[in-house]
């Protein structure tokens, strides 16, 4: 075997010093979830600075003939023992701040490791550590050192995207304390006994501090809280202020503007309260604060308990197909979706059967490659590997009774990937289930343009057709959709007159009124999905005016499964979210067979096609991703208008609100003149589209922008990386002027319109290339079969909105429901049916 230091030299001119903007891997294999702790450490190329497990190191070897790797490998400290508690394990504190890993917020354990380093030359496995390197010559001892140094003090990737903790009391100071004008009208406030001045109230009592009126605050979800006698106040006198009596204490207390909707902070509070009388440093705590009080009315609501099934002793589970994923801070909303949709055989098939193929055939950096993370995540979750129980730090020895946590796998690279250049994803806040199921079956449609595509199990058709009420002639639709949203019938309650009794009794200041959740029957809101809905503003094109019409909605085809959301997040009157808190009682099986669309009906006559057409697009949800299709000349997204018809009073109405009036036409013409309604809902959902308040331009029709030849070809570059086609990164610059951070937001709030137009044309180009076969027919290629389905997973959301809160999942396996919880996974003794919001169906066989 040759000497070491001449092995060194020889590969000296591959041995690379990280330089700032280089992407260190020292934390996380590139093709597996191996890590510095895992058997056998980490390998980092000392080249390109990818990082690789034991398994794969000789494979990259091979491949690229690097030689030279920085081996590291972590050890976990053990813990000292906690005298105070018998077990060893010090009694867990209840969370008093919506937060992950800090004072007072949920517990992350911190881990303490010893680490061990050394260059490792393959293929024979030479080590050389720091103590080596001194008998070396000057030029190879200089080298690996100062690039072993760089591995070691780089920010590794993963560092730098992963959130050690986040905060959901984070405040800003309010515009308003600095100047706050507050009345000489010599009220003094007591340091006890408050009562809310308008019903006598004794609980959850602001103060003012303009004129130091005490007033009850805000009705919560479930109905408890106060009786919104305090915003009523602000709404009267426009006073913005407030401060819970019952939460100061001398390091502060709950502030709330309520011209900012906001908790903030108010650094001139001592000042404001003394005003009052009120010392603040003589005050002590003895009410919750806005958070502790969230987090008790869920504790109440008994959904956390219930959801995470804590009220009983879940035996935990190992082995494959039963991994956990890591918390990333905020990140157990994809954790759940994936966990779901790798229960689904065509993403098994698509993804983990084939991991190998799609390993040898990953570019240069698998990083940065969706289909090679997404093989990664899905192996990491069905093999086993990563599924063991998590070491006990206070025992050594290993002999303790397993906690449920396991090792898991952190998907940390996947979350990097398929979030880059998401205005929501790719940030560390928590986000909508829903809309990131959808996000990622967008990236699986981009990515899947040849070969078999894993989200054809959930794609559907649904046939919409409008009947005129004064002609009586039709018109079909057909659109592309992954899910079917079922709204909550409130009004359907079957337990009515408990919700009436327990708001009067909180209505009353009945503090110990029970919290009744509504008990909604499924069928109620099946019924509500497939009543004919009236629309009175249809343009209609047989008798040339507006009139009324109906528009049915059935399944033109039935996915293998089928994705049913329940709408519990609505806007109230104030557009504020909130979450309805209902039970719903869900079936085990489904039987949609009766509503199946039927097409035209025979003698029924068709709406003539003039102008205008079907003004149909898709909103915020991942509807048309395909386009509408009809006839085989055209199955583009829209048809061609150049001088749309539009209501100038519904236009006009939308101005008088303050909207841009380019805005307001576009929101009028995408909903088809359908009323102030539907085209409010489409300014909400787009006021951040980059081109919200850009003309309105008719498809087919030039926009004046920017001509190709023009476009940055580092701009188009860039964004083809992403995953799009290059026609879609022209079409996104040439919106927004070439300007590329602007392009990349647009791109993404244009999802639906560009995939409609790329995937038609690259599944034709596609098909035609591959052995001279046949184009498929024009339209969506979508499966269908029996409408028949059974339950076989469903995610849970806890907390009063998509923004907070918590997701876990429920999938069964082999007859037995199982609960994942991030890292923790059990076999489910109750699982909650019934407070579900995402519900997984799969196709049952005749």
């Given at each position: ?6 092995v060194l030299?020889?590969?000296?001119s591959t ?20 890590s510095?702790e ?9 080249n390109?600075?990818?990082g690789?497990g ?41 969370p008093t701040?919506l ?17 061990d ?7 024979d ?23 072993m140094a760089g ?6 990737v993963?560092h ?7 905060d959901?009391e984070l ?6 304390a600095?100047e ?6 010599g009220?003094?406030?007591?340091p006890s ?8 109230l004794?609980?959850?009592?602001w103060?003012?501090?303009?004129d130091?009126?005490?007033?009850c605050?805000?009705?919560?979800f ?9 915003l009523?106040?602000?709404q009267?006198?426009?006073f913005p ?18 011209d900012?909707?906001?908790?903030v ?24 604060t806005?958070t ?21 002793t ?9 991994t ?23 993403f098994?098939?698509?993804?983990v ?6 390993i040898?055939?990953a ?6 490659d ?7 995540l ?8 990563y ?18 946590d ?9 979350k990097a ?9 790719s ?15 967008n ?8 070969g078999?595509?894993?989200s054809?199990a ?22 592309v ?8 019938q409130m ?13 009067r009794r909180?209505?009353?200041g ?15 809101c ?11 503003d249809?343009w ?16 033109a ?9 329940i709408?519990?997040?609505t806007?109230?009157?104030?557009w504020?979210p909130?979450?309805?808190?209902v039970?719903?009682?869900?079936p085990?099986?489904?039987d ?31 509807k ?5 299709h ?6 583009s997204l829209y048809s ?6 539009l ?7 939308l101005?008088?609100?303050g ?8 929101a009028v013409?995408y909903?088809?003149?359908?009323g ?9 959902g787009?006021m951040?589209?980059?081109d ?9 029709c ?28 022209t079409?996104a610059?040439?919106a927004?002027?070439?300007?590329l ?8 709030s244009?999802?639906d ?14 098909a ?5 076969r ?9 499966k ?7 339950l ?7 907390g ?10 429920h999938?069964?396996?082999?007859h037995?429901?199982v609960?994942?919880?991030?890292q923790?996974?059990c ?14 169906y ?5």
């Amino acid at each position: 075997m040759a000497d070491v230091g001449e092995v060194l030299m020889s590969v000296l001119s591959t041995i690379r010093v990280p330089k700032p903007g280089d992407r260190v891997h020292k934390d996380e294999c590139a093709l597996s979830f191996s890590s510095p702790e895992s058997e056998g450490g980490l390998y980092v190329c000392m080249n390109s600075f990818l990082g690789f497990g034991r398994q794969y190191v000789e494979r990259h070897h091979a491949r690229t003939g690097q030689r030279a790797y920085f081996h590291i490998t972590r050890t976990r400290k053990a813990k000292e023992d906690d005298s105070n508690s018998g077990s060893g394990h010090p009694p867990k504190k209840k969370p008093t701040r919506l937060a992950i890993g800090i004072e007072g917020g949920f517990d992350v354990e911190q881990e303490l490791y010893e680490e061990d380093y050394k260059v490792v030359i393959l293929p024979d496995r030479q080590e050389v550590t720091s103590d080596d390197l001194a008998t070396m010559p000057d030029v190879v001892r200089e080298r690996v050192s100062l690039s072993m140094a760089g591995i070691m003090s780089a920010d590794s990737v993963s560092h730098a995207l992963q959130v050690q903790q986040w905060d959901g009391e984070l405040r800003q100071e309010s515009r308003h304390a600095p100047e706050l004008k507050q009345l000489d009208n010599g009220v003094k406030i007591p340091p006890s006994g408050w009562r809310c001045e308008v019903c006598d109230l004794q609980e959850n009592i602001w103060m003012n501090l303009t004129d130091g009126k005490m007033m009850c605050g805000r009705r919560y979800f479930d109905g408890s809280g106060g009786n919104n006698h305090a915003l009523l106040h602000f709404q009267q006198t426009g006073f913005p202020i407030a401060v819970k009596l019952g939460t100061i204490t001398p390091d502060g207390g709950d502030v709330y503007s309520y011209d900012e909707d906001d908790m903030v902070l108010d650094s001139k509070l001592p000042e404001h309260l003394a005003h009052f009388g009120i010392n603040m440093m003589t005050m002590e705590k003895t009410e919750r604060t806005m958070t502790e009080l969230e987090i008790a009315v869920n504790q109440r609501v008994g959904e956390w308990e219930v959801i995470q099934e804590s009220g009983t002793t879940l035996r935990p589970l190992f082995g494959p197909g039963v991994t956990g994923m890591k918390n990333l801070g905020n990140s157990c909303y994809l954790n759940s979706v994936m966990q779901v949709l790798f229960t689904v055989p065509d993403f098994q098939q698509k993804y983990v059967s084939n991991i190998d193929k799609i390993i040898d055939e990953a570019p240069s950096d698998p990083t940065q490659d969706f289909k090679t993370q997404v093989a990664k995540l899905g192996y990491g979750l069905l093999s086993g590997d990563y599924s063991k129980p998590a070491p006990d730090p206070a025992d050594d020895t290993g002999a303790s009774e397993p906690r449920g946590d396991q090792i898991g796998i952190a998907p940390r690279m996947f979350k990097a990937l398929v979030g880059r250049g998401h205005p929501e994803f790719s940030t560390n806040r928590q986000q909508d289930a829903q809309e990131f199921l959808l996000h990622f079956i967008n990236m699986v449609e981009r990515n899947c343009r040849t070969g078999s595509n894993p989200s054809e199990a959930f794609r559907f058709l649904v046939e919409e057709r409008i009947v005129c009420q004064q002609s009586q002639k039709a018109k079909y639709t057909q659109r592309v959709d992954y899910m079917v949203q079922l709204p909550v019938q409130m009004d359907q309650a079957t337990n009515t007159e408990e919700l009436q009794e327990a708001e009067r009794r909180r209505e009353e200041g009945d503090s110990s009124a029970p919290t009744v959740r509504a008990q909604i029957p499924f069928t109620a809101c099946m019924a509500a999905l497939n009543e004919p809905e009236v629309l009175t503003d249809f343009w209609s094109s047989a008798v040339q005016s507006k009139t009324t019409a109906t528009k049915t909605t059935r399944f033109a085809s039935f996915p293998d499964h089928l994705v049913i959301q329940i709408k519990k997040f609505t806007f109230g009157l104030d557009w504020v979210p909130k979450k309805l808190d209902v039970s719903i009682d869900v079936p085990d099986t489904l039987d949609l067979s009766a509503l199946r669309a039927t097409g035209q009906q025979p003698g029924e006559e068709l709406l003539p096609e003039v102008a205008p057409p079907p003004l149909m697009t898709p909103d915020v949800e991942v509807k048309g991703i395909l386009g509408f299709h009809g006839n085989e000349e055209d199955d583009s997204l829209y048809s061609p208008l150049l001088s749309p018809v539009l209501d100038d009073s519904t236009v006009s109405q939308l101005c008088e609100m303050g909207f841009p009036l380019e805005a307001c036409r576009k929101a009028v013409y995408y909903t088809g003149n359908t009323g102030i309604d539907a085209a409010m809902n489409w300014i909400m959902g787009h006021m951040d589209d980059a081109d919200f308040a850009s003309p309105l331009v008719m498809p087919g029709c030039s926009s004046g922008t920017t001509p190709t030849e023009s476009l940055s070809e580092e701009h188009l570059a860039t964004i083809v990386s992403m995953g799009f086609s290059r026609e879609q990164a022209t079409k996104a610059l040439r919106a927004t002027s070439n300007v590329l951070d602007r392009a990349v937001d647009w791109i993404f709030s244009h999802l639906d319109d560009l995939e409609s137009m790329d995937v038609s044309e690259g599944g034709r180009s596609a098909a035609e290339s591959e052995g001279g076969r046949e184009p498929p027919p024009p339209g969506p290629r979508v499966k269908d079969g029996p409408g028949k389905y059974e339950l076989f997973a469903f995610i849970s959301h806890m907390g009063t909105s998509t923004m907070c809160g918590h997701y876990v999942c429920h999938i069964k396996k082999d007859h037995q429901w199982v609960i994942f919880n991030d890292q923790k996974v059990c076999a489910s003794e109750k699982p909650p049916k019934d407070l579900g919001y995402l519900y997984f169906y799969r196709r049952v066989s005749e």
